[in-house]
Nanobody, 121 residues
Framework: QVQLVESGGGLVQAGGSLRLSCATS????????MAWYRQAPGKQRELVAT???????TYAEAVKGRFTISRDNAKNTVYLQMNSLKPEDTAVYYC???????????????WGQGTQVTVSS
């Protein structure tokens, strides 16, 4: 059974940094990519970054150049390094397991509980 546990959220001032972690277990062979999503109050959940089994990554335009997704296969953990944070980055951040396809990232219904990130101005 796939389990995802996020950690690392918190309150930070604008311009600051945070590193989110997603500890994974039970990852099955049909999963070849991981992603971070976020959901701000009153808004839909949006894709932030993806990473494939190798090192190929993608980013939403809003976070390019500020966020970095990475993975440590030995620790079964996916990270999201967030720098130069802005108030508009405030959201609950979720880890997801899915599949990279020629048409983009396909999320499976495997989600963590989420971790709150609040950026004050």
């Amino acid at each position: 059974q796939v389990q995802l546990v996020e950690s690392g959220g918190g309150l930070v001032q604008a311009g600051g940094s945070l590193r989110l972690s997603c500890a994974t277990s039970g990852i099955s062979a049909n999963i070849n990519a991981m992603a971070w999503y976020r959901q701000a109050p009153g808004k839909q959940r949006e894709l932030v970054a993806t990473i494939q089994s190798g090192t190929s990554t993608t980013y939403a335009e809003a976070v390019k150049g500020r966020f970095t997704i990475s993975r440590d296969n030995a620790k079964n953990t996916v990270y999201l390094q967030m720098n130069s944070l802005k108030p508009e980055d405030t959201a609950v951040y979720y880890c997801n397991a899915g599949k990279a396809t020629p048409w983009g990232y396909r999320p499976y219904d495997y989600w963590g509980q989420g971790t709150q990130v609040t950026v004050s101005s």
